[in-house]
Structures are given as C-alpha cells and as structure tokens.
C-alpha cells in the first residue's frame, strides 16, 4: 500500500499569521488530491480539493508539486477557528473514490 | 436537512459480543462507505457499496461485515472476530463514487470494549 505523509505538529502558531504545512504521497500514479479539515472528535469536512494548477479560497491556498510528490495547504491571516486537524487525502484510482489514501493529519492551533 | 446520521454516538462492547452501527442518509447517494480511525493514523477503508444489495471489502474487511438493502442505509456489524474494535467508526457517502467525487461524513460512533 502507498503512503501518504503528514507532519503530525501540533503547529502553534499566533493568530493572524501564516501557516503552511506540506503532504507527500508516494504514487506518482495518484490522480487527485484534497484536504479536510477535522476538529476535535469531530467527522472531516472537505476543505477544498487540490488542483493541478493550484487553487484559491480566501485565506486558503493548495498546490500540487507532481514533480516533487507533495501538495500543501496555506492559510493566511490565521483565525482561532483554524484550529483543527488537517487531513490530506489521495485518490490513486482513476474511475472510482475506493482508493483514497488517508494521511493522519497535521494538528493546528492558533492562539490569540 | 440532508445529511447522514449515525447511531449510537457511543457504544460499549462486551468480549464476544456482535454489535451494530446504524449509518443512514437522506443525499440520495448511491455510494457509502465505512472507515475506521486509530489516533495517530489516517482513515482506513473497513467496506465500501456503490449501489444497493452490492459491497466490497476494503483493506480492513476482517471481523466486519456491512449490508446493503436500502439505498440510504448501510449498517456495520462488529463482529466478535475483530479483535481491536476500539475505534472511531465513520461512515460516509458520496453521489455515485466516481473519482474526485465529495465524501459527505456522518458525526461518527466511538466504539469501546468493556
């Protein structure tokens, strides 16, 4: 089984400032990418999938490297509510979602 | 509201003992899934169904097992075969399970062995 990689933190970072935080996989076969956000005892919720050209959502930045097999997620201008989990996710399969490929998260907190 | 529900939010499980999860959802999905999550570990796939009366194992399949009689229904029995059932069991589902597709989470059961 392909893995993918996650820094587990916790990163501790002072509100309002930017964070990023990388995930590496090691299929380079892989075909999709996201990342959810997970809070504490909580079920994951998409946060925004990963395109090849990169993609934006307000303070929110991800960008695939296919070269390099890693895709990371920006936040600028940290809030409190940043604080959560951050799952990367890779789907290795072209017609169907069986095959993604969960890492176990990067932890985040901000704090004021 | 649309979404999916699972019950009990917590479950107690005796040594020996088959228990079972409720997952349902009103989405008008067609694919559901089961995973597991360890702390400290990313989610596992347990089963997966892409439409009624059919499902697939997926890589944790042992000592689990799921049925599919109702499209927006998907139960996960725990049977007395899987020996570390202590977890946190999330279902999930998404339109058709087509690649790229949004996983739509339930809130999840915490399952604990007494």
């Known amino acids: 089984r392909k893995e993918v990689e996650q820094d587990p933190g916790p990163f501790n970072v002072p509100e309002g400032a930017t964070v990023a935080f990388n995930c590496t996989y090691s299929?380079?076969?892989?075909?999709?990418f996201f990342w959810y956000r997970q809070d504490c005892r909580k079920e994951p919720k998409l946060l925004m999938s990963?395109?090849?050209?990169?993609n934006e959502d307000g303070r929110f930045t991800a960008q695939l490297n296919r070269a390099s097999q890693y895709i990371s997620l920006l936040i600028r201008d940290s809030k409190l509510s940043d604080s959560a989990t951050y799952l990367c996710?890779?789907?290795?399969?072209?017609?169907?979602?069986?095959?993604?490929?969960w890492g176990a998260g990067t932890k985040l907190i901000i704090k004021p | 509201d649309g979404g999916i529900t699972q019950s009990p939010k917590y479950l107690f499980r005796k040594e020996g003992q088959n228990v079972t999860l409720s997952c349902e959802q009103n989405?008008?999905?067609?694919?559901m899934y089961w995973y597991r999550q360890d702390p400290g570990q990313g989610l596992r796939l347990i089963y997966y169904?892409?439409?009624?009366?059919?499902?697939q194992k997926g890589d944790i399949a042992e000592g689990y097992s799921v049925s599919r009689e109702k499209k927006e229904s998907f139960p996960l029995t725990v049977t007395s075969a899987q020996k570390n059932p202590t977890a946190f069991y999330l279902c999930?589902?998404?339109?058709?399970?087509?690649?790229?597709?949004?996983?739509?989470f339930g809130p999840g059961t915490r399952l604990l062995v007494l």
């Open positions: 999930a589902s998404s339109s058709s399970g087509t690649v790229s597709e949004t996983q739509y």
């Open positions: 989405l008008n999905h067609d694919a």
């Open positions: 169904s892409q439409i009624v009366n059919d499902f």
């Open positions: 299929n380079s076969a892989s075909q999709s």
């Open positions: 990963v395109y090849s050209s990169g």
């Open positions: 996710v890779v789907n290795e399969g072209v017609d169907s979602n069986y095959q993604l490929i």
